[in-house]
């Protein structure tokens, strides 16, 4: 069991940045892949970023992809969430996910993911 907790949402102008982190508790987080994902009001929970567990594979939903930075650091239980050149359409409530896998997988399928933080939202001023 992993319990997981997101940050540092808020309201940004058009055109901000902010950096979303997820921490886990436990001494596990090097065997779980993570992601983070985020649902936007009235719509479908849309896949956002992936990291492997080594750092070393990432993956991007293509309409973040330049904007958005995933990353983890191990040694701190963290995933962390940079998000740029911020949009309206970017408002939503940030999840981050974590699941077990391979030490180079990328999971890129929501249903994969065991553990699931509560959010974070972002809120985009245009």
């Known amino acids: 069991q992993v319990q997981l907790v997101e940050s540092g949402g808020g309201l940004v102008q058009a055109g901000g940045s902010l950096r979303l982190s997820c921490e886990a508790s436990?001494?596990?987080?090097?065997?779980?892949?993570m992601a983070w994902l985020r649902r936007a009001p009235g719509k479908e929970r849309e896949f956002v970023a992936a990291?492997?567990?080594?750092?070393?594979?990432?993956y991007y939903a293509y309409s973040v992809e330049g904007r958005f930075t995933i990353s983890r650091t191990n040694t701190k239980n963290t995933v962390e969430l940079q998000i740029s050149s911020l949009n309206p359409d970017d408002t939503a409530v940030y999840f981050c996910?974590?699941?077990?896998?391979?030490?180079?997988?990328?999971?890129?399928?929501?249903?994969?993911?065991?553990?699931w933080g509560l959010g974070t939202q972002v809120t985009v001023s245009s």
């Open positions: 436990g001494n596990t987080f090097i065997t779980f892949a």
């Open positions: 996910a974590a699941a077990w896998a391979t030490l180079s997988e990328v999971l890129t399928t929501s249903t994969r993911y065991h553990y």
């Open positions: 990291i492997s567990r080594n750092d070393e594979s990432t």
